[in-house]
């Protein structure tokens, strides 16, 4: 619709039609006042028009029946002006959430620890969907990552031995860094952003649809039929994921050792075998399922904070995320003192 | 009466499904159009293709003189600017309050608008809708379905559309609300010269305010016309729709 714009004319107002769009400008036209205005020359009003002219609070003169309706309209439905209402833009993070997500934990052990005894308990098919679907899908991404992490510290640590004729020790550096600390760790991170992620947005979008709500009302437990089969196929999972980590990191420093050091994998297989004992890998293995514990936990938690909007699903996925690597991070930490304390 | 809406020969479907095989329809403006139907007819099917949502397999489909299944995506534009939406549960932003659900179109319209005009008009129309002072500033999410359902209706009215689609505005609604709502939609006709496409299953407010009633069934539109139009002829599912006890006590026939 072509809007004329608004000429300052006093108290007549312009000819044509008053709609959204040329609003403003006969509010800057007209000014402040409270003299009556002249209608007859307006042929057509919308609802903005509307309420324009029933806002300003003047005697409105000459309207044309079918403007003068929508005025009426408008004034009829105005609504009286209420106080914004204060809206905290932000809160501190409560303890009580950390209680909560306790009460969930021991929850979760509770009905984890009734299993054993109650084996038909166990969502099996649930179970094993999940994990194919945090297990056997992530084992490309798993490996690639691990393999080129090997490469890169044979390449790096190559770089530093050398200037001490020390080659034969990248074996060392690769294999215990990488059955310790990075195979599990990178695992159970990339596993966070994959799975933990994707557990908070499944159960999350139940509850914004009420699915979890229903699951209730059938009498069923939303922990025990959503979050244990998760967290169950990812304490599985995760040590498998970890051990094939293991063994791409490992391939990845083997490969780089030979080309960049011409240290040759039989070489390096005897080296290992001198020098590394067991229990670098199985202290790094001993931490998949506590990781693995972690990042299920905080996702499944997450997910059953999600409100019924759309913004909080994404908010609680991120958060998700972020607490779960946060924790891995905290817990491999207390792992390493706990380990230098058992002096293993 | 010229027509706000001419659909012909539309067929829709999904993979192996068809959904709508040949139908046509007429909606003249100013008029209040009822849309009824089984469930699963594919009502809401129909919406979806008239406003560009579901491309149509076959067809015409002339809204506001623009053939929406053939025009471009600047015209479609265009005649959807002078169309509002309303769709079943609402579909309202849930990251935004009430207020700026309505803002949305409006600012999206005319960028440069002083907050002042578009808060006034935004409050305006969630008054008309029905909906107190206060629920302005909440969220979709703190509200309940039938404010959301009040809000939706006040986002579609954002622009001053000439056609307004409302996808079963009154379902779920209790008795009071939906009368009121009825009252509203008649009221904004008689002011806005509104045309409005109403799928209901509700048969008071098709009793109430709709001046003819489309019935789909078989795939296409069986009947237009007045409620005693429709009873006329004697199409099976027309006489149980309109003649069971639901219908005897909102048409007293």
Request: proline share 6%.
């Amino acid at each position: 619709m072509p809007a004329p714009t608004a000429e300052p004319v006093g108290p007549h107002l312009p000819e044509g039609a008053l709609t959204l769009g040329t609003v403003d400008a006969l509010r800057d036209a007209l000014g402040p006042g409270t003299g009556p205005l002249d209608l007859s020359g307006v042929a057509r009003v919308d609802m903005a028009g509307a309420w324009f002219l029933a806002a300003s609070g003047r005697p409105l003169r000459g309207a044309r029946p079918e403007v003068a309706a929508l005025i009426d309209l408008a004034a009829a439905a105005m609504p009286a002006p209420a106080a914004p209402a204060a809206r905290p833009s932000w809160r501190l993070p409560s303890p009580r959430g950390l209680v909560a997500g306790l009460a969930f934990f021991g929850r979760v052990l509770v009905l984890a620890a009734a299993l054993p005894r109650h084996p038909r308990r166990l969502r099996l098919t649930s179970t094993v969907h999940h994990l194919r679907e945090t297990g056997l899908t992530a084992i490309p991404i798993v490996t690639l990552m691990s393999f080129l992490i090997g490469v890169v510290l044979a390449f790096q640590g190559a770089a530093q031995l050398r200037q001490f004729g020390a080659q034969v020790f990248v074996v060392d550096l690769i294999a215990i860094s990488v059955l310790r600390e990075l195979g599990v760790l990178l695992t159970a991170i990339i596993v966070a952003g994959r799975s933990g992620a994707a557990f908070t947005a499944a159960i999350g979008s139940m509850k914004m649809r009420e699915e979890v709500d229903a699951l209730r009302t059938l009498g069923l437990d939303p922990v025990a039929v959503l979050a244990l089969p998760r967290i169950l196929a990812l304490v599985i999972a995760l040590p498998l994921l970890t051990v094939a980590a293991d063994v791409a990191g490992l391939l990845g420093g083997a490969a780089m050792s030979w080309i960049e050091l011409g240290v040759s994998p039989a070489m390096f297989v005897a080296r290992m075998e001198a020098a590394i004992g067991a229990s670098h890998y199985l202290v790094g293995l001993a931490k998949a399922p506590a990781f693995a514990l972690i990042v299920g936990l905080t996702g499944c938690w997450f997910g059953l904070q999600v409100g019924s909007d759309a913004e909080s699903l994404g908010r609680m996925t991120s958060r998700a995320v972020v607490v779960a690597i946060f924790l891995v991070i905290v817990a491999d930490a207390a792992f390493s003192i706990l380990f230098a304390v058992l002096g293993v | 009466m010229t027509a706000a809406l001419t659909v012909e020969g539309l067929v829709t479907g999904f993979g192996d499904r068809t959904i709508h095989d040949g139908l046509s329809l007429t909606m003249h403006r100013g008029e209040v159009l009822g849309v009824v139907g089984g469930s699963g007819t594919g009502k809401s099917v129909l919406l979806r293709a008239i406003i560009g949502l579901v491309p149509p397999r076959a067809g015409r489909i002339d809204l506001l003189g623009t053939r929406m299944d053939e025009a471009g995506e600047e015209a479609r534009r265009a005649a959807l600017r002078r169309t509002g939406v309303m769709f079943q549960d609402g579909a309202l932003f849930s990251s935004l309050t009430l207020r700026q659900n309505v803002e949305a179109p409006m600012l999206e319209r005319f960028p440069g608008l002083d907050p002042r005009t578009s808060r006034g008009a935004a409050e305006l129309k969630l008054a008309l809708a029905g909906l107190p002072p206060e629920a302005a500033d909440l969220r979709p999410s703190e509200i309940s379905g039938g404010m959301r359902k009040r809000a939706g209706l006040a986002r579609a009215l954002a622009l001053d559309p000439e056609v307004v689609f409302l996808d079963e505005p009154t379902a779920g609604l209790d008795p009071i609300g939906a009368s009121a709502f009825d009252a509203l939609i008649l009221d904004l006709k008689r002011a806005l010269g509104l045309t409005v496409f109403f799928v209901t299953h509700d048969l008071d407010s098709l009793a109430a305010i709709c001046d003819r009633v489309a019935v789909l069934a078989d795939r296409r539109v069986v009947a237009v016309g007045t409620v005693p139009e429709l009873r006329a002829t004697g199409h099976p599912w027309i006489e149980r729709y309109f003649g069971g006890p639901r219908g005897r006590a909102a048409f007293g026939g």
